[in-house]
């Protein structure tokens, strides 16, 4: 056979120009996708070191005295090209108390099954020096006279271990199951007594309780329809009862046994579902039962006055039903349409029993079920002007029904309602700038303030509604802008402003008058180049209330302004110094002022209790290096510098009448630095 050599050539000549150009980027999809199929694992360890002890610093993660701690992460994932399955194992945080690890196994669109741990610390960040002992225990001995102690540490911790499984069965059905037992253990600051001459007694709640849920639900599919079937059960146990004490000084003494949280157990079915009508209209609904039980024996030796025949517990029982049920269509491609409802209905079915004998004040000693029944509603439509304006507006609606009580002393109202009126605008400015404007108003108000009695038949102190009931006129107003002037740089700003006024129960306008909130916030990001990136935020927040009461002996009205103001900032670089090192920094800091401000309102001589702002500052700054060794390994460094200063008086000279003190260092400083080894394989 005779060639031609004269196209033979050019030919091979293409071939190789070809190869050239494309080679790399074929290789680079080859590699792309050789990772996803075959994904890289790793496991990184090493050694940090803390310069003091930090208290605050550490309080979630255990990284609180000073020495060295382990670190060790691992992130393990294997696929069996036989059977399509994939394994995989993390961990982070293995050698500190915050530790978690998770163990899976599935074969993606058929089953899956998993397993996994977390332990979550906190420690009390209060110094506590106290006499007390038998601390975390059930049974605590107090010192009879105010007594100096030695420093205890307090502090829980929550294991928790987690189980999970899914199925496909076919024809549209699936089944997901999990279940999770979380045990709490350790002390937490606690306290008995009254605010007379005799104090308070420090008595650290005993923590030893087990939480666990479970959940089994059965979902089906179709092309319109999705429903999902299921049950979500919990239960709560305390191995401790009751608190009971030893010693004391004086009336507190007799504060013993004191009854810790019971047992309690929930069982709740549902039915959930959605179907597309149409392409542009769906639906969606939800039922729901579920029952609350709380049958734990009452105290052992704590007898009943009077006693009642055949009762032990409280029986206590809530009933939950919940309705919800919703719509959203596009009749026109420039409108949309949402609409929604929702029901609950929480009866409290706890029997209603006199547990002690009463002749005057405001209980008879008889408990107290609270039904609450809620009813909302929402319709929303959003409609597509010219000029790139899009406007949206919306009612929301809320009523709440509440049983009550003929004995009370405090303001109460068996229902109330609340409307809301929305709207916004929205626009696209440029192709680089969208903005939106929107405008809440809200109205709550309800029915008549009942008149409560005493048991002797006494008006009640009806002069205060409280702050879930009383009337109140809200208004919010919010701005957003978006700007992406380039595909490097990215703003997004907003600002709020939200004023609540509140009605008056009497004549003397006592309780909350008024409030108003204020938070204004950018965030920015910015590719310096393909190797730096940067971003920076700030934010303002600033809430303030007014409200009014009375003091006693002598009756005069005074008025206490409460305010909040947090001023924060944060800026992070990170990149590429070279092929083989890559850096980053975080900064970020905080400013919160917290303001307690009083004053008589009567005219009259004297001046009302002076209480100091509480000003506090945060500021935290972290560094990371990593080398690249080769190809499969490299070496990180961390570094973390931590600092907490607040003049906060709270407990700066509080005693209990043991003579148990708390305080803290008002400023915290610490610096942090970690090396790790981290190697990658396949």
């Excluded at 075959?38 to 050694?47: D, H, K, L």
């Excluded at 429903?227 to 000084?249: D, E, F, M, P």
């Excluded at 008056?504 to 910015?526: C, H, M, V």
């Excluded at 973390?640 to 906060?648: L, M, Q």
């Amino acid at each position: 056979m005779k060639t031609n050599s004269h196209s033979v050539f050019p030919l091979a000549a293409l071939a190789a120009a070809l190869l050239a150009a494309y080679g790399p980027v074929l290789a680079q999809e080859s590699d792309e996708l050789t990772q996803l199929i075959t994904p890289e694992s790793s496991f990184s360890v090493g050694v940090g070191h803390l310069s003091k002890d930090a208290p605050r610093f550490g309080q979630y993660s255990g990284v609180r005295d000073k020495g060295v701690y382990g670190l060790l992460d691992v992130d393990f994932v294997r696929r069996d090209e036989a059977t399509g399955t994939w394994l995989k194992f993390s961990g982070q945080n293995l050698g500190l108390d915050s530790r978690e690890f998770r163990i899976s196994h599935d074969r993606q669109g058929d089953w899956a099954y998993y397993l996994d741990y977390n332990q979550t610390p906190r420690y009390e960040p209060y110094t506590v020096t106290t006499a007390v002992t038998g601390i975390g225990t059930a049974n605590l001995v107090i010192p009879t006279t105010s007594t100096a102690g030695s420093a205890v540490q307090l502090k829980t911790k929550r294991e928790a271990i987690g189980l999970g499984f899914s199925k496909q069965l076919g024809n549209g059905f699936d089944v997901r199951v999990t279940a999770r037992n979380e045990e709490k253990d350790g002390a937490r600051l606690f306290a008995r007594g009254t605010t007379g001459s005799n104090g308070f007694g420090f008595t650290p709640e005993p923590i030893n309780s087990t939480t666990r849920q479970i959940e089994a639900i059965v979902g089906y599919n179709t092309e319109r329809l999705t429903l999902s079937g299921g049950y979500y059960g919990t239960a709560y146990i305390n191995q401790n009862t009751a608190l009971t004490t030893t010693g004391g000084a004086g009336a507190i003494a007799a504060f013993t046994p004191i009854g810790l949280p019971p047992d309690n157990q929930s069982h709740q079915l549902s039915l959930a579902g959605a179907y597309r009508f149409t392409p542009t209209t769906r639906g969606t609904f939800k039922v729901a039962y579920a029952r609350a039980t709380q049958d734990d024996p009452f105290l052992t030796g704590v007898a009943l006055a009077p006693a009642i025949v055949g009762v032990n517990n409280l029986g206590a029982r809530v009933d939950t039903t919940l309705v919800q049920m919703g719509l959203t269509a596009r009749p026109m491609p420039q409108l949309s349409l949402l609409a929604n409802f929702r029901y609950e209905d929480r009866d409290d079915k706890t029997p209603v029993l006199k547990y002690g004998v009463v002749t005057s004040g405001s209980w008879d000693g008889s408990n107290e079920p609270r039904s609450t029944r809620t009813t909302s509603g929402k319709l929303e439509a959003s409609y597509q002007l010219p000029m790139a304006l899009r406007v949206t507006g919306g009612i929301d609606y809320e009523e709440k029904e509440r049983n009550t009580s003929a004995v009370r002393s405090v303001s109460f109202r068996d229902k109330t309602q609340e409307a809301s009126y929305r709207i916004e605008l929205r626009r696209s400015m440029s192709d680089t700038l969208t903005g939106a404007v929107s405008y809440v108003r809200s109205d709550r108000d309800g029915s008549d303030f009942l008149t409560t009695r005493t048991l002797d038949g006494a008006v009640g102190s009806n002069l205060v509604a409280p702050l879930h009931l009383a009337d109140r006129e809200r208004d919010k107003l919010r701005l957003s802008l978006n700007w992406e002037p380039t595909e490097l740089l990215s703003v997004q700003f907003v600002a709020d402003n939200m004023q609540d006024d509140y009605g008056q129960r009497t004549a003397a306008a006592l309780g909350i008058r008024e409030s108003e909130s204020e938070n204004y916030a950018i965030d920015a990001a910015y590719a310096i180049s393909d190797k730096w990136q940067a971003n920076a935020w700030a934010s303002f927040n600033e809430n303030n209330v007014t409200q009014s009461t009375s003091t006693t002996n002598p009756n005069r009205p005074w008025a206490a302004n409460l305010g909040s103001k947090t001023n924060a900032f944060g800026v992070g670089l990170r990149g590429q110094i070279s092929a083989k090192l890559e850096a980053g920094v975080d900064l970020s800091h905080s400013d919160i002022v917290d303001k307690y401000q009083q004053a008589f309102t009567d005219g009259g001589a004297g001046a009302a209790p002076v209480l100091p702002d509480v000003a506090t500052r945060l500021t935290s700054v972290k560094l990371f290096g990593t080398y690249t060794v080769d190809k499969r390994s490299s070496v990180r460094l961390d570094y973390v510098y931590d600092r907490y200063k607040s003049n906060d008086w709270t407990w700066s000279n509080f005693t209990y009448a043991d003579g148990t003190r708390l305080s803290q260092n008002p400023k915290q400083s610490v610096n942090f630095i970690g090396v790790s080894y981290m190697y990658k394989f396949q």
